[in-house]
């Protein structure tokens, strides 16, 4: 008679420590989503607990304070305003690209909030949600949740610590752009009909970025989404996943259906711009007022860009700043082969947004008898420093996956303080040898030398 016997323990299993509780994951998932919503909260306190709305922009008071009260009264009465009488003795409201109708938040804030208090929760829902936003596109890419909560953190903070929170068309603009990026990298990943699911979020996404800026916000989102589906079919063809006709098919079909699904919103909005004083183009209104004003901002067509060194103001405090630790990990990025297909898309629009936006390119005669040639390019020309808000969602992306690539690969010493110190060169040293305000770079300064720290505890 044969005895059993009990396996040999492997001794490699005593140490393991024991799989975490539901409750333990649960925790884990919601810190990051978390951290990004509190952190808009204290920075926006003002407005999300008291009864405050700003003047730093004019277009709050003036322009978005009544329309959200006309548009929450319209939804509590259960009709659709179709008509606006208080403006210039009556004009188009449902149908005018800036009214609201359709914008998901917009509605639902004005309705459930009222007057006032539906547009303070929408300064504050925007920069929420650009951050959850981010946060779940770099989670789907494959980031660990301290790198994904680096770059939606370091989003929802530029925007809400800024003027952006403010300047409601772009403030909505990157809210949304990110949903749609989800919705892209989903529709990669799964096969099937679960394509349709993200499928329809990036459609509804793009939607809401029509209704907040018709103009340069759907352009910039739209060529940031074009970039990354051309970047990740090529890559899903190099990696075997789909055959060259399937990702072309794939891509297209992607593309075409976000227009498709919001007719309801691109048809009514083009009909209206086609009869109002937009048909004629900014150049139509050159004259009198352009004379009579001679800033720079009410100048319809400005002969120049702006400024080829604003990127560096991303350091900077008061002002765009998006944090010590993503301005300095960006460089990383560049060394994440896993990802590279998403760093070369990201990189190429920055790169494309930057040229559009300085004096070199948009001052150029033969540059601006194009653009002007282009349906709606003196749009473009009338404001090019608007390409400039791309920045505030790229560079929190690519800092993320440099923090990753430096989480997974734990370089060197030396290796990780060269490109640090670069990082330093460029945003610290330079601009300070170049005459930069010592209290604008203060902040960057003392938390570069805290990632210094880290960096040295960690290799």
Known sequence: METATRPPRDPRR???PPPPSTARRLLNAAAGPTLIVGSVLIALRGIAFLPNLSDQHPDVLSFWLPRSCMLGRAIADGHVPLWNPFEMSGTWFAADPQSGWLSLPMMASSWVFGCGGGLRALIVLNPILAGLGLFWFLRKEGLGRIAATAGGLSLSMAVSASILAVSLPFAGTLAWTPFILVGASGFFARAGWRRLGWLALAAFAWG?????????GLVMATGLVVAYVVARAVREVRRGALPAAAAVGWSVAFLAFLPLANLAIVIPHFAVLARSSLAEGYGAIEGTVARARATTEDVPIPATGIWGGWPLALAS?????VGAAVLLFVPFALRDAARRYLVVALGAVAGL????T?????????????ALSLPFGDVYLHNPSRLRYLAFLIVPALGAIGVQWVLDHRPAFGEAMRWIGAGLAVLLVFPLLMGARVGRLTIFAIASGANFAASACST
């Open 358 to 370: 300085i004096t070199l390119l948009v001052g150029a005669g033969w540059f601006r008898s194009f």
């Open 208 to 216: 809401q970025v029509a209704t907040s800026h018709l103009s340069h």
């Open 14 to 16: 005593a140490d393991e």
């Open 353 to 356: 947004a930057y040229l559009l």
């Open 317 to 321: 405090t008061p002002g765009g700043y």
